[in-house]
Every structure is written in structure tokens, then in C-alpha cells.
């Protein structure tokens, strides 16, 4: 791009007896001036700017044009080397996010590949239980585990479901669900399972 802007440079220095340059260091400040001029000719000339099939640019309208490109070009590039942070490539979604080189399994599998040096993760649904709730909070993390009812929770099927208690009333005062007929469920036994680790 750096050798066509010096070749349009060329030809605006030409048409408006200008010496405008462009130099590597100060690539967007000196587009920037250049295209103030051409805003400023523009005016001056009473140009009047047209768009569309048939109509025709005059010579400042195009100019004017090419060079707010490359200057809109050359910001986002700018942007883009400054994104980079003294590596060599970087998300343009999440700049922030640092691609690792990862070893292949036994298998030169890529589906199988291990992680490394995660500082946050977002957890499957399988994770959501209470033994994995108490390591995370014996770690000191902030939880991101997506419910297992989640989806089903967004179908309709499951909103108009009558027998379940998450569509039913709840009564914190006296500890009840109070079902689509309107009458009080009351905690009838409570059961407890160990599990695993040791909790209950």
C-alpha cells in the first residue's frame, strides 16, 4: 500500500503545485494534512460531490476520496501493529487472547490436544455439580459453569410442564411450593448421598 500512496502523493503534488510527502514514521499525520488540503480545495472550489452510476467525480472529489481510504486504511493498520504488543500475531476479536503452539498426542491427534496455562475457562455443563462449586471456591475462582437445565429451561415444553418445581410458586416463609391448582407441597422426606470426595 506504502508505494501506491507515495505514487498518488506524486500526482496531488503535480495537479496542486504541492510538495506534500509521506513519510514511514508519520504515515496517518501526514495523510491527514493531505487530505485537509484537498478538503480545503474542495471548499474553496465549490466542488460539488456526487455518488452513484453516471455521475461524474471531479478530479478533487477523487482524490479528496482515495486519500481518506488510505488514511482509514492506515489507522486500522496502526491499530492492528499497536494490537500486536511486541508478538508476532494476535485475535482480532480478543486482543487480549495469546495463541500457543500445542504438542500433538501420541496419535498426531489435534482433537486431543492439553492445554496449558489457562487463567479463566468456562466450564461444560458436566462440571455442574456441588463437588466442583467447593473446589472452585476453596481456589478462590469466580464460577462460569453453565447450568445442565439451561437449555431445556429456554423450551417451551419445559416453561408450560406443571409437574416441574422450577415453573411452580415458592413460599420463603413457610418453606413451600405451591403447584398450578394452587395447593401447598411440603417437604414430605429429605435424602442425602455421599459422593466421591466426601460430600454430602
Given at each position: ?7 498518488a ?24 494534512k ?36 488510505y ?17 508476532n ?28 496455562n ?51 410458586g ?18 414430605v ?12
Amino acid at each position: 500500500m506504502f508505494s501506491k500512496i507515495q505514487e498518488a502523493v506524486r500526482l496531488v503534488n503535480q495537479k496542486f503545485i504541492q510538495s506534500f510527502r509521506v513519510g514511514t514514521e508519520y504515515r496517518v499525520q501526514d495523510l491527514r494534512k493531505i487530505c485537509r488540503f484537498l478538503e480545503e480545495i474542495c471548499r474553496e472550489r465549490n466542488i460539488e460531490f456526487v455518488r452513484g452510476h453516471g455521475k461524474h467525480k471531479s478530479i478533487e472529489q477523487r482524490y479528496l476520496e482515495l486519500f481518506q481510504r488510505y488514511l482509514e486504511r492506515q489507522t486500522t493498520y496502526d491499530w492492528h501493529t499497536a494490537s500486536f504488543q511486541g508478538r508476532n500475531n494476535y485475535c482480532k476479536t480478543d486482543p487480549d487472547a495469546t495463541f500457543m503452539h500445542m504438542k500433538d498426542d501420541h496419535m498426531r491427534n489435534a482433537q486431543l490436544k492439553l492445554g496449558f496455562n489457562d487463567p479463566s475457562a468456562t466450564a461444560d455443563s458436566e462440571y455442574e455439580s456441588e463437588e466442583g462449586y467447593s473446589y472452585l471456591r476453596e481456589e478462590g475462582q469466580q464460577l462460569y459453569i453453565k447450568l445442565q437445565t439451561y437449555e431445556k429451561w429456554k423450551k417451551r415444553s419445559f416453561k408450560q410442564d406443571i409437574g416441574k418445581w422450577e415453573n411452580m410458586g415458592y413460599n420463603q416463609e413457610s418453606d413451600t411450593y405451591v403447584c398450578h391448582a394452587g395447593k401447598e407441597l411440603r417437604v414430605v422426606y429429605l435424602k442425602s448421598s455421599a459422593a466421591k470426595v466426601g460430600l454430602r
